[in-house]
């Protein structure tokens, strides 16, 4: 396969298409495209397209006009978390080398890699920002020194997939799309009650301003961190939800998988763990605000009736 | 009083000289004695212009955006154009009192040691922020993309926290004690695992007993360090040593950074406004003065950073405080009236202790 199929996202592949195949799509390729987004959001992997030719392109390049005229921010980052994951595991976990494609998927995503025996040097800088979000990607338990992080294959891999969701994820809203994109998205959008997350009521200000916080990214669905997860799960079950709607508000993940999301909120009713303190809050960076409180939970408490803006 | 400060401080102005770099790029505050910032969003021509208005018109208090931006004096803050940022260190004492930033400092020198060793950040300054703690700027023009996760990524790692020294042990067989071979960091490994190999065989050779007595017979001891040396951690006899995992906790307690003055909420703002170093300080009258790391230790936080004059000025005192300041040492009585030099007059009445009798 030419790496521009492979990897539609980059700059190669975007030469390759032709713009005028954009202003009139063909149909089929719209129904190609509308399928993609559909089995994305049910499955959570984006089948890749395994065929030579422009087709492929056209069609990944459709999906996102559809998503940047929906800019439904859980649409985006629920497809392009599948797509990075579905590239992840149908190409680059199967490499064996850092070869000339990796090579040049890594130029492409402003990933700076210098081999060095069998190491992977990385700039620092670069790593911060495409480092995968799990505490086996800690700075810590890798190799820093004078400026460089020093991978293993396989982490360079998981960076180089970490790469492919920021460049996806970061998508500008286009309202003016041809009228074939627009009908793709009325299709989409009344498909959507089934497969876009249940909503949940939430009165934000009773919830101290920590919380509130990471409720309001998860309503902009953005990807959580393991401890701001961990953090809201075993706050809600402190204050009394329901196994149920804890897994419901958590569907908002982009990410989001229905047995793991159990599992581990079963796994905290189980062992009824207590609420963080507001000094291990702010130890994992989730304090957010001076409440002058030692526990989240004191908040209502404290501040339930006052006026939001005097905290 | 007001005046008086102002004149005191215009006076200092004169012959300091702000540290601010790329002046026209940020965002500028400034604070009165009621509002530390009051005013927001001003901008400056160049680093002469700004010289002028500390001369001139002289706030108590001046603050930067570690922000760089296309339109800083723009509004809202979006209409500003983000363009980068420096990274910021922002480390305080619990209160103001010279025992207190003394703590400070150590935990200051270890994170500079760390940024040297690990981020070899380039453009760097150090300064006290003139009241009771440390800034430290990093200007490096490769950290200032960064966003506020990745910098809070970043301060967990200066902080060691969330360090969990098992996860530095091959995950396949850490728990597996049968395996012949329990693959682990190598005293020449670079970064924390390194280090705590380091620190293992450090504390074999001085306090064995403190990991097991087993290690203190010297033909164990050695045959387990020649096996870390390797990275295989697996060279003991685990029918008397039980649980080495959860004995290393006592290595990974000592690898630890710990620098929890460290405050995070300042590293990950990317909008913040800081003060602006060498300027003064509206809560003290100190300068925020500059300091080369090799000073660090012997810096005298109510010493060095006074810059104000010692002409003598009347005040009233408010309260009992016992102050030492630069060359002035004493207890002050409540109702009091005394003499002092004015950089103490100054501290007095900033910080409510005294009110000005005449200038």
Request: overall charge positive; glycine content about 4%; proline content about 4%.
């Amino acid at each position: 396969m030419r790496f521009e199929v492979k990897f539609p996202f980059t700059q190669s592949a975007k030469k390759w298409v032709n713009e005028e195949s954009l202003i009139n799509p063909k149909p089929s390729l719209v129904q190609r495209a509308i399928d993609l987004i559909i089995a994305s959001l049910k499955k959570g992997r984006f089948p890749i397209m395994k065929e030579e030719g422009k087709e492929a392109i056209l069609v990944f390049y459709i999906v996102r006009l559809i998503l940047s005229y929906m800019n439904n921010s859980y649409l985006t980052n629920r497809v392009s978390i599948a797509y990075s994951k579905s590239v992840y595991e149908e190409i680059i976990s199967k490499k064996d080398e850092f070869d000339e494609e990796l090579r040049r998927l890594c130029r492409e995503l402003s990933l700076r890699i210098e081999e060095e025996s069998k190491k992977y040097r990385i700039p620092v800088e670069d790593y911060l920002t495409f480092s995968p979000d799990s505490p086996d990607y800690y700075l810590y338990y890798l190799e820093v020194s004078k400026g460089y992080v020093f991978l293993n294959f396989h982490q360079l891999k998981r960076v180089i997939q970490e790469a492919i969701t920021k460049r996806l994820i970061n998508l500008k809203h286009l309202e003016n799309v041809p009228d074939e994109i627009k009908k793709a998205a009325k299709r989409i959008q009344a498909s959507l009650p089934s497969l876009q997350p249940k909503r949940v009521k939430v009165k934000m200000d009773e919830y101290p301003p920590c919380i509130s916080k990471i409720m309001d990214d998860l309503f902009k669905h953005k990807n959580l961190s393991h401890y701001a997860r961990w953090a809201l799960a075993v706050f809600l079950f402190n204050i009394g939800w329901s196994k149920e709607s804890i897994i419901r508000l958590f569907s908002n993940l982009p990410d989001f998988s229905e047995k793991i999301t159990r599992y581990q909120v079963e796994h905290i009713f189980r062992k009824g763990y207590k609420m963080l303190s507001c000094d291990k809050m702010a130890l994992y960076g989730l304090c957010i605000s001076k409440c002058g409180l030692k526990n989240p939970l004191e908040y209502k408490k404290a501040y339930g009736k006052l006026d939001k803006k005097k905290v | 009083m007001e005046s008086w400060i102002r004149k005191k401080f215009r006076e200092a102005y004169k012959k300091l000289h702000h540290l601010a770099t790329e002046v026209s790029k940020r965002e500028f505050g400034i604070g009165n004695l009621t509002k530390k910032i009051y005013k927001r969003h001003m901008a400056f021509v160049d680093e002469e212009d700004l010289q002028h208005y500390l001369e001139v018109e002289t706030p108590f208090y001046i603050s930067h955006s570690v922000a760089y931006y296309k339109k800083p004096s723009a509004t809202p803050m979006e209409a500003k154009g983000w363009e980068g940022a420096d990274l910021v260190f922002d480390l305080d004492a619990e209160s103001h009192s010279k025992e207190a930033i003394n703590k400070v400092k150590e935990d200051l020198i270890n994170l500079i040691d760390l940024v040297n060793d690990y981020l070899d950040a380039k453009d760097t300054l150090i300064v006290f922020s003139g009241n009771r703690g440390f800034h430290f700027h990093i200007r490096d023009k490769r950290f200032r993309k960064l966003g506020t996760d990745e910098r809070l990524k970043l301060i967990e790692f200066l902080k060691g926290e969330k360090f969990d020294h098992k996860k530095l042990f091959d995950v396949y067989n850490r728990f597996n004690l049968d395996s012949e071979v329990l693959l682990g960091p190598k005293p020449s490994d670079l970064g924390f695992g390194g280090l705590f190999a380091r620190e293992t065989i450090n504390l074999l050779n001085k306090e064995p007993q403190k990991l097991h007595r087993y290690f203190k017979e010297k033909e164990n001891r050695e045959r387990f360090i020649k096996g870390i040396k390797e990275g295989n951690w697996n060279r003991y006899d685990k029918r008397r040593v039980k649980n080495l995992m959860d004995r290393l906790d006592v290595v990974a307690k000592r690898v630890h950074i710990f620098s929890l003055s460290i405050d995070s909420g300042v590293t990950q703002d990317i909008t913040k406004l800081i003060r602006v170093p060498g300027s003064l300080h509206g809560s003290t009258g100190f300068w925020v003065m500059p300091i080369k790391k090799s000073r660090i230790e012997e810096f005298d936080p109510f010493y060095d950073p006074v810059v104000i004059d010692e002409e003598p000025v009347k005040v009233k005192m408010i309260q009992s405080v016992f102050i030492n300041i630069k060359d002035f040492k004493g207890k002050l009585k409540k109702e009091e009236i005394v003499k002092v030099p004015s950089y103490v007059g100054v501290y007095l009445i900033l910080k409510n202790y005294s009110l000005l009798l005449d200038g």
